[in-house]
């Protein structure tokens, strides 16, 4: 009992989970209903991971939404983003979940679905056809510059 405890306690020790701390970039397939367009938007997460926890803000081109629900276990992300979509003259507010893997690259392989959506402003159901859509893309970590300068 005692070899099998220490040998969980070594192999814990050598593999620990990855760091998700940083702030990454992507472009994500860009949809209007569910049908993928040949065009791309521009994506921003940043991330602080304390633990198992993650936290942090996800950017876009109009706005930020923090992350929410965010955990990591061992090279994998789960995270929840509440953030606002425009579409026509319909502002909603929608419910995105993140997943993903840390690439040997140092990338993060992610997929995002769009759970759920309401209206913005009185927060009435949203019809939206392309809803539970797997929009699956590639984060790459910003190398953080400002340790280099500090020496």
């Known amino acids: 009992m005692r070899k099998l405890l220490l040998a969980g306690f070594l192999f814990a020790s050598i593999c620990p989970a990855a760091d998700f701390t940083g702030t990454w970039l992507g472009e994500v397939p860009f949809t209007f209903n569910g049908d993928f367009l040949r065009i791309t938007q521009q994506i921003a997460i940043k991330l602080v991971q304390s633990g198992s926890i993650v936290t942090g803000k996800q950017y876009s081109d109009y706005d930020s939404a923090p992350v929410s629900e965010g955990k ?36 993060i392989e992610i997929t995002r679905v769009r759970e759920s959506a309401s209206n913005a402003t009185n927060g009435g159901a949203y019809q939206y056809r392309g809803a539970n859509v797997k929009q699956t893309f590639i984060l790459k970590k910003i190398p953080d510059t400002r340790a280099e300068t500090r020496r």
């Open 72 to 107: 990591v276990k061992g090279d994998k992300i789960d995270f929840i983003v509440v953030a606002q979509e425009q579409v026509s003259n319909q502002i909603s507010q929608v419910r995105l979940h993140f997943t993903g893997d840390l690439n040997p690259d140092g990338t």
